[in-house]
């Protein structure tokens, strides 16, 4: 079954992004009225941390961005899947993607890896409107949207959102990440936000990504150029942050998982002063 016969997945407009959420930031979090938690990184395959964080909440989806197909396989994969499935039914969105050829001696070519990773998937019973695909280019978009719910695109930009759309279609989920400041600093923003791509701009897929967008080889080589770091990282007002995370939804985004760039003791209350601006609906 593909994606497209079935419905996508409802997260809300705007969900946080992370690497370390615990249970008592999570029931934060979905009181401020944000739909969805995305957890980082490359997890290991078991996902010992998603029911915790499913125990501490009721109506909040938990995502991972991104399972890492290189370093979890699989079957352990959906095993936990099935697992999390089975004591919090419709609320955990599997993430998987292929990571980056520089961090891997097995890697082989991305797209025909993928399509062996979601086989597997399938022989597995893992469904294909239960899991997303971080797609950046067009041919992995593509497949996004036909073998899992949709894309969810990572360090791009609201006309890469446009782009995005026209490709997957009206039926598929585009969930698009955005990196956020909360100052109205613009030097101190770029230093922050330059500190987060830095490990980016040695990466291929980013750097062809990017340039896909119309950026130059001078925006891209490090440190970034401004015009990269204000592209990719939002910062300002509240309301003017909040304005650049809604032109992801006016382009066709159904979902914007936001990553603000803060320590970690500081997330709550830093999604707590976007919440209003955003619209959302504390509980």
Known sequence: MTASTVSKPDLGRFGSFGRGVTPAQAKQIEALGYGAVWVGGSPPAELAWVEPILEATTTLQVATGIVNIWSAPAKPVAESFHRIEAAYPGRFLLGVGVGHPEATTEYRKPYDALVDYLDRLDDYGVPANRRVV??????????????????????????????????????????P?????????????????????????????YLNSWKRMGFRDDDVARPGSDRLVDSVVAYGTTDAIAARLREHLDAGADHVPVQVLTRSENLVQSLAELAGPLGLART
């Open 134 to 175: 971080a797609a950046l280019g067009p041919h992995v978009l593509g497949l996004a949207a036909r073998r899992s719910a949709g894309a969810h695109p990572y360090l791009t930009t609201p006309e890469h959102t446009a782009r995005a759309r026209e490709l997957i279609g009206p039926s598929a989920l585009l969930a």
């Open 177 to 205: 990440e955005h990196k956020v400041v909360l100052t109205t600093d613009p030097e101190k923003a770029r230093a922050v936000g330059r500190k987060a791509l830095d490990i980016y701009l040695n990466l291929a897929n």
